[in-house]
């Protein structure tokens, strides 16, 4: 299959290191020497200035779009009705409403759409959902995630500090991770509480957002997101009646990527205690394409799908609501 990518940042040149096999045939991005950077590293690749021109080529069956948040659903919805599959970058919109002239387009022309929540498919995530599904951990309980930047010069000058463009601060960029997850593994939030503020940075947008989510069944995820960590951090915490599980690390700036597992005993006291450690580069990206790629060959509905987008949205939209943002 032939693939185009729209917008050739950080995020669209990873996109285009993972296809999986798949023929990169066009590139877009607004700054076109970015897109003729990325063309020229792949043979065969050609670059455009302006999206439209990639998304409706007859050659192209898959649309990579990895732009600012603001035109997220708007390149979606052209690519879907040229009839192209699409892996729009998390999270997919600004706004849950957003996705819905998508969704309708999608049924519309039989198209997938997959949402890039790329964490699913980190290997210690991989390996805690087979740990879950296997019943070891007994009832899930509650969650515990922290996800946090460390910071760095000038980050209250880029797009992401700019509500128009990106929609919000840090629940809506890193925030929606931990909220994606936490409803991969326990299911929909029927209550949402929280609060978001800005603490450090000169920016119009939160730096900083704390959740409290509670299931149907009065499960609990606590999350809290910060770009004012000082240091990268990722943890994440589930929690069973049997025992525990905790992912740590992405890799990179974020340390070496691990699970662990607690289990307890019949007796309680320390835990029964196993640990793996994925020093080795993360691969989520492929995995998480090849899964697509299955998904059009099946005819399936993508597991990352709109609808979970949407549904990470309107938690994110609520706490905003709710502190005034």
Request: proline share 3%.
């Amino acid at each position: 299959m032939r693939v185009a990518i729209v917008g050739c940042g950080l995020i669209g040149q990873k996109r285009a290191r993972a296809l999986a096999g798949c023929q990169l045939a066009a590139c877009a991005d607004v700054a076109l020497e970015r897109a003729q950077a990325l063309a020229q590293s792949l043979p065969g690749t050609e670059a455009a200035g302006d999206w439209r021109a990639v998304v409706a080529r007859p050659d192209v069956d898959i649309v990579i779009v990895a732009t600012t948040h603001n035109v997220l659903a708007e390149i979606t919805l052209a690519a879907v009705n040229a009839g192209k599959h699409v892996l729009v970058e998390k999270p997919a919109a600004r706004k849950a409403a957003e996705l819905d002239e998508v969704l309708a387009a999608a049924r519309r022309s039989g198209v997938l759409v997959r949402v890039g929540f790329n964490h699913r498919y980190h290997r210690a995530f991989r390996k805690a959902r087979e740990i879950v599904e296997s019943g070891v951990l007994g009832e899930l309980l509650y969650i515990r995630g922290r996800y946090g930047h460390g910071g760095r010069l000038y980050y209250e000058k880029e797009w992401r500090a700019r509500p128009e463009l990106s929609g919000g601060g840090e629940l809506i960029d890193q925030g929606v991770h931990l909220i994606d997850l936490a409803r991969w593994f326990l299911g929909d939030f029927t209550e949402v509480q929280g609060f978001a503020r800005t603490y450090f940075w000169d920016m119009a947008v939160e730096d900083n957002g704390f959740l409290l989510l509670k299931t149907a069944g009065r499960q609990v995820a606590f999350l809290h997101a910060s770009c004012t960590e000082w240091k990268n951090l990722f943890s994440f915490e589930i929690f069973g009646r049997d025992g525990k599980l905790e992912v740590a690390g992405l890799g990179g700036s974020y340390g070496v990527e691990r699970l662990t597992h607690y289990r307890m005993l019949p007796e309680l006291g320390p835990p029964e205690t196993t640990s793996w450690e994925y020093p080795m580069g993360d691969n989520s990206w492929q995995v998480e394409f090849a899964e697509f790629l299955e998904d059009i060959r099946l005819r399936r509905q993508p597991a990352a799908s709109l609808h979970d987008a949407q549904a990470a949205l309107r938690v994110v939209e609520r706490i905003y609501e709710v502190s005034g943002a």
